[in-house]
């Protein structure tokens, strides 16, 4: 099967009406989109830079708040000005884009604007008719994170829906096992609702704000709905990540169980080689079998995100993860659970001899000492 | 248990007294006929207004009952107007007409006429365009003929997300959906020719986010205008209401926290400063809109208010001090449960209040502006938005509503024009002044046997939401669970699906279309490129003129915050000489962002 049709959407900055995009997503993701969320409230600049490095098909933009004409021209001129002008750009605003107002962002390069009254279903049709065809032949890159974006996407796209690669993709990733990756990779796991995204954006603004130089690379995954589309939705709350030192990349699974996707493997090796400090990779929401991280892998260190509540301390001796990973964090340590989680995992550890940390955080709060120790940890680690 | 479990409790415990009182009115002799005396006294004292075409009604309508069961069951269960639990109306009388000449029925048959004050107008209209001067010229013109002026404003998106016209990126949003206000010079010049001291003036602001900082601004330009002095005269309500943003409409800067410490800061020093200041409207309206059900909607929004009411009383304000100075916003749309929604909320909140929060009398009144629903207007034959919203007024005056807004026709596709407003501001006055229903008598529409089914379904339906929150922890636990939003978006996506399968009928876009779907004729109001860079210059001119001053006030600020003491004060001083956006940044650097739950 080919690769589903990947479109990013978002809400204009100062603006808060989500519920159309809400519907519409949900809509896309049953007709086999896969869709990157970016959320509400988002700048030209955000929404361009997140598109390049996703490397979407399209941008769906949903307006309530005025200012349309000037804001979908923006993103259309700032995409053209990157080189990424085959990014198309569509989108509405109920009634309050008028039909003169859509002419007129049509002639400034906006693929289709749809009005209040036209059905969940045309929209759907509109994509699957106007954005599924194959490129075929991309413009020459214009930065360094379009090439990769671009390369990433001629990965994905190899491996189609399923586990078996389908055709050999241009990027040569070959021989990788030699290749020195000079990026150190981490990668996050745990289980849904642990904080894992929260936690690695809380870690981001404390490494930017900490290299003022330094360039950090995340690989994000979500699961796929079954043979659907996906909502790749960690951009939305990643509100530090949104910055041009980060390089982000959401993936849907696919059809893969375990947490990743069957080309995480190979984007993986290309992101640790192509010069980032870190390179960070998250799975998706996993359980307690899960061993998303191959053993004397790519990955360098590993970290288990828990949530407080897991239940029972029997529950902790089946969770695998807990055998494997370099660091386990026990984030909300705010909640009333939080002490008997700590030194009940704490004990689970100790059964293990090896040097494992464990850490407690409260990653939603500003400033939060715990992460503030995990940061050190991790870059500790690193050195 | 939550202060939220109790309240479940408290009503189950009132229905329950209010069952025993019907039961011992029936067995107690004594009670039952000191219940009938009451009653028979209570009916006597109503006085009779007589309609335009000469008819005599009472001012009050009560059910025609003599059982003492009975009487009972609506003295305690319902209450007369303006008496516990509330069902019926908060005040004794509301949209009366002034009494010409009235009759009453006294024991010596004597006639006396009694004259009653004329009362302010319910009628509160919702404006904000481009810049201030704009706005402000708008108010004047709604106002005009209006004795009382109670001005409602609503701010454009920098403004509601804390931003600087002249921040990155925002520049085509400067006063688009509501009036832009960087600083304090903004502020006077929004209300510019209104007495802001008078008892007959009352602004109203629909902010929540960076409420406490528009609130500083605006003691701040009526201190400019009128002296310190005015400051504890100011009325009128900021809508300052975080849980809803977190929960609906997403217009929040601040984590969660942090934001309702500064919310409680603010709660504190204007209870505390401005007796006759609203500094939270707890608000339904957005959760409505965004596309929750009646329910849904009530139930959120009272529980919010209790949580609300659980934070300021931890701080250590006084139940009598805040709880009167609690007021709601309820969206009015047109499904069957809002023929008693507010009725309903009303008796919730009272027994609430004061059961499990101690609240005297003034605490216990859930006193709420509706406004009709702008979700229910659609763009297709969008004419018959006038009818969608003259129902909804009906429905929402039947709830004895404090105040209303009636949306403007054209409001699916821009900010309204005056044409529109006109004419929906002209419907209320149609409904309250023209017509005969609720002006002659009170209890007009109520308590028909529907509304009694309705009351008590909803009833049991908000319990059982509340209940539902409690089992997650609580609301603020709820929040971050993310419970209420994924509950309104499955609404939302249900009531979409209802459109499109056409189990729910709107008229003119899946029933009775005509395939006539022109745009209509309405005159857009956009900013003109020239009159944003105006707002931009201007604010930059302000930013240089207090440079030095407002990096001192800015630093002020952030140790407050810092050091987690009540920063209010200090907005003050920092509201003088620093634009939103600074405050906003600053604040940021202390106590974090918002980040955003999709």
Redesign the interface.
């Given at each position: 099967m080919p690769s589903p049709i990947r479109i990013l959407t978002a809400v204009?900055?100062?603006?808060?009406?989500?519920?159309a995009i809400?519907?519409i997503n949900?809509e896309f993701i049953r007709h086999g989109i896969e869709v990157i969320?970016l959320?509400?409230?988002r700048?030209?600049?955000d929404i361009v830079r997140a598109a390049i490095q996703e490397d979407v098909r399209a941008i769906g933009i949903s307006s309530y708040?005025?200012?349309h004409?000037?804001?979908f021209a923006?993103v259309v001129d700032l995409l053209r000005k990157k080189g990424a002008d085959d990014i198309k750009v569509f989108g509405g605003g109920?009634?309050?884009i008028?039909?003169?107002d859509a002419a007129t962002m049509r002639r400034r390069g906006v693929d289709e604007i749809f009005?209040?009254?036209t059905?969940?279903?045309d929209m759907v049709k509109f994509v699957h008719r106007r954005y599924a065809k194959p490129r075929t032949k991309r413009p020459r890159p214009k930065s360094s994170d379009q090439e990769l974006a671009h390369e990433l996407s001629e990965i994905e796209e190899a491996y189609g829906i399923g586990n078996r690669k389908r055709r050999t993709p241009k990027v040569k990733i070959a021989n990788r096992k030699t290749q020195i990756a000079n990026a150190t990779v981490i990668g996050f796991t745990g289980p849904g609702g642990a904080g894992k995204t929260?936690l690695i954006?809380e870690l981001v603004l404390r490494y930017l704000n900490q290299n003022p130089k330094g360039r950090i690379a995340i690989l994000s995954h979500d699961p796929s709905v079954v043979g659907k589309g996906a909502l790749l939705?960690d951009r939305?709350?990643m509100?530090n990540s949104q910055d041009d030192r980060v390089f982000m990349r959401s993936m849907a699974t696919r059809g893969q169980a375990g947490g990743l996707s069957p080309a995480t493997q190979d984007c993986l090796a290309l992101l640790a080689r192509s010069n980032f400090d870190y390179v960070i990779i998250e799975t998706v929401g996993t359980g307690q079998e899960a061993m998303p991280f191959q053993k004397n892998g790519i990955v360098a260190s590993t970290v288990l995100v828990m949530n407080p509540d897991y239940g029972s301390r029997l529950q902790l001796q089946k969770i695998v993860m807990l055998d494997l990973a370099d660091i386990v964090v026990v984030n909300k340590s705010d909640l009333q659970r939080a002490r008997t989680a700590h030194s009940e995992i704490e004990q689970r550890l100790e059964q293990n001899r090896r040097q494992q940390q464990l850490v407690d955080t409260v990653a939603?709060?500003?400033?939060d000492s715990g992460v503030d120790r995990l940061f050190e940890l991790i870059s500790k680690r690193i050195r | 248990m939550s202060k939220l479990g109790q309240v479940v409790e408290s009503v189950e415990k009132y229905n329950k007294f209010v069952l025993d009182q019907v039961k011992r009115a029936r067995t107690d002799q004594k009670f039952g006929r000191d219940l009938l005396g009451r009653w028979n006294d209570t009916k006597a004292k109503i006085p009779v207004t007589r309609t335009p075409t000469g008819l005599p009604l009472p001012r009050l309508a009560l059910p025609e009952i003599d059982e003492p069961g009975e009487i009972a069951r609506f003295i305690f269960g319902e209450g007369f107007p303006g008496e516990f639990p509330y069902l019926n109306a908060t005040y004794r009388e509301m949209y009366l007409e002034p009494v010409r000449e009235t009759e009453s029925f006294e024991k010596n048959g004597n006639k006396t006429g009694k004259k009653i004050t004329q009362p302010e107008e319910p009628t509160r209209l919702f404006s904000g365009l481009m810049l201030a001067e704009d706005t402000n010229e708008r108010f004047h013109y709604l106002t005009r003929h209006q004795r009382t002026h109670r001005l409602s404003t609503a701010f454009d998106g920098p403004t509601l997300y804390g931003l600087d016209s002249d921040a990155d990126g925002v520049f085509g949003k400067i006063g688009e959906g509501g009036v832009a206000i960087d600083t304090v010079e903004d502020m006077v010049r929004l209300y510019d020719g209104f007495d802001l001291g008078s008892p007959n003036f009352s602004a109203s602001m629909t902010i929540s986010g960076p409420a406490p900082m528009i609130m500083a601004m605006y003691i701040a330009a009526a201190k400019r205008r009128f002296g310190p002095k005015v400051v504890p005269k100011l009325r009128g309500t900021v809508q300052a209401d975080i849980f809803k943003e977190v929960q609906a409409q997403n217009e929040t800067i601040f984590p969660i926290e942090p934001s309702l410490r500064f919310l409680t800061d603010m709660v504190e020093f204007t209870t505390g400063e401005m007796p006759r200041w609203y500094p939270i409207s707890i608000s339904g309206y957005h959760i409505g809109e965004a596309g929750s059900t009646p329910v849904q909607q009530a139930a959120y929004t009272l529980s919010n208010g209790f949580a609300y009411a659980e934070m300021f009383a931890a701080r250590g304000i006084p139940v009598d001090q805040f709880g009167p100075r609690l007021s709601f916003f309820f969206d009015c749309g047109l499904d069957a449960e809002y023929i008693a929604l507010s009725r309903v909320s009303r008796r919730i909140w009272a027994i609430g209040m004061r059961d499990v929060f101690g609240a005297g009398p003034r605490a216990q009144l859930c006193k709420l502006h509706t406004q009709t629903s702008g979700r229910s207007l659609i763009a297709a034959e969008f004419k018959n938005n006038l009818t969608r919203t003259a129902t909804e007024l009906i429905l929402s005056y039947m709830n004895a509503t404090n105040s209303c807004h009636s949306n403007s026709a054209d409001e699916p596709f821009t900010t309204p024009s005056e044409e529109w407003i006109r004419l929906a501001a002209h419907g209320q006055a149609i409904l309250l002044e023209e017509s005969g229903i609720f002006k002659h008598t009170m209890n007009m529409l109520s308590g028909s046997p529907g509304m009694k089914a309705v009351e008590r379904a909803v009833e049991t339906a908000i319990l059982e939401e509340f209940r539902e929150i409690e089992r997650l922890g609580g609301v603020l636990a709820a929040v971050e669970e993310r419970y209420q939003r994924s509950q309104i978006q499955n609404a939302a996506h249900k009531y979409e699906q209802q459109i499109y399968d056409g189990t729910r009928p709107i008229i003119g876009l899946n029933k009775y279309r005509d395939g006539n779907d022109d745009a209509p004729e309405v005159k857009l109001a956009r900013t003109p490129r020239a009159k944003q860079q105006l707002q931009v210059d201007r604010l930059r001119k302000f930013k240089k003129k207090n440079a030095d001053k407002a990096n001192r006030a800015l630093d002020k600020l952030a140790a407050t915050a810092e050091r987690s003491e009540n920063v209010f004060p200090v907005l003050l001083e920092a509201a003088e000489v620093c634009s939103l956006g600074q405050i906003t940044g600053r604040l940021q650097e202390v106590v974090g962002r918002f980040r955003p739950m999709v």
């Open positions: 204009p900055i100062c603006d808060g009406h989500d519920s809400n519907t949900l969320y959320g509400y409230h700048s030209v600049a708040n005025g200012g004409i000037e804001f923006a109920g009634g309050t008028t039909h003169d009005f209040a009254g059905s969940l279903d929260t954006d939705g939305a709350t509100i939603k709060r500003h400033r | -």
